[in-house]
C-alpha cells in the first residue's frame, strides 16, 4: 500500500506541474489579485481533477465514448478556454488595477479553476494510462482498497500543489514589473486560445 501511495503522489505531482489551462488560468489570476484568487483557481480544479480520477479508477469512461457526450463536453470546454483567451489578452492590453483585482480577481476564481477541470475531458486519456500504471503496480485488476489509496495520494499531491503554486505566482506578481506581467497575461491568453484549438481539433 505504501508503495501504491507513493507512486500516486509521483504521478499527482507530474500532473499537475505540467502547465496547461488550469496554471495559465491560476497565473492571470495570481497577478491581478495575488495569493487569494490563485489558489482558488487551483482549488476549484480539484473538483475536476477528484471527478475524472474517480471515473478513471471505476471504469466510467465508457460513457465518455459516446459521440453524443463527448462532443458536448469538448465543445463546452473549448468555449470555456477561447473566452479565458481573450480575457487574457484583454488584461495583457489594459492591465487591471490593483485596488480592483483585489476585490474582483478572487470572485469567481474557485468556479472558474473547477469549470477548466471538468469541462476538460482530456484528463480522462491521464487517467485512463494511470489506471493501466495502478494495474501495472499491483501486478492485477487493482482492489477497491488499493484504488482508493491511489486516490488519496493523488488528491493529497494536488492539494500541496494547490498552495506551492499559489505561493509561486504570488511571489512572481510581487517581484515582477508590469510589463513582464503584461507579458505573461498575454502569454496566459495565447495559450488557452491555443488550448481551445487543440479541443476542437479532437473533435
Not at 473538483?47 to 471504469?59: C, E, M, N, P, R
Not at 453524443?68 to 470546454?77: D, I
Request: with cysteine; glycine share 12%; charged share 10%.
Amino acid at each position: 500500500m505504501l508503495a501504491i501511495f507513493f507512486a500516486a503522489l509521483l504521478f499527482g505531482f507530474a500532473f499537475n506541474v505540467s502547465p496547461g489551462a488550469v496554471f495559465s488560468e491560476t497565473l492571470r489570476r495570481g497577478l491581478t489579485g495575488g495569493f487569494r484568487p490563485a489558489l482558488l483557481v487551483q482549488l476549484g480544479s480539484l473538483i475536476g481533477d477528484a471527478l475524472w480520477a474517480l471515473i478513471g479508477l471505476t471504469g466510467l469512461a465508457l460513457l465518455l465514448a459516446h459521440e453524443q457526450v463527448r462532443l458536448p463536453l469538448t465543445l463546452a470546454c473549448a468555449a470555456y478556454l477561447a473566452w479565458l483567451g481573450v480575457q487574457g489578452l484583454r488584461d495583457a492590453w489594459r492591465p487591471p488595477l490593483d485596488d480592483i483585482a483585489a476585490a474582483t480577481s478572487a470572485g469567481n476564481a474557485f468556479a472558474s479553476g473547477a469549470v477548466i477541470s471538468l469541462s476538460n475531458p482530456k484528463n480522462l486519456v491521464y487517467w485512463g494510462a494511470l489506471g493501466s500504471a495502478l494495474a501495472g503496480i499491483v501486478e492485477g485488476v487493482p482492489s477497491q482498497s488499493q484504488s482508493l489509496v491511489f486516490f488519496a495520494g493523488f488528491m493529497l499531491s494536488s492539494l500541496i500543489w494547490c498552495f506551492l503554486c499559489a505561493a509561486l505566482v504570488d511571489w512572481l506578481r510581487r517581484n515582477t514589473s508590469l510589463f513582464w506581467h503584461r507579458v505573461s497575461y498575454a502569454g496566459c491568453g495565447l495559450l488557452l486560445l491555443g488550448l481551445a484549438g487543440v479541443a476542437l481539433r479532437g473533435i
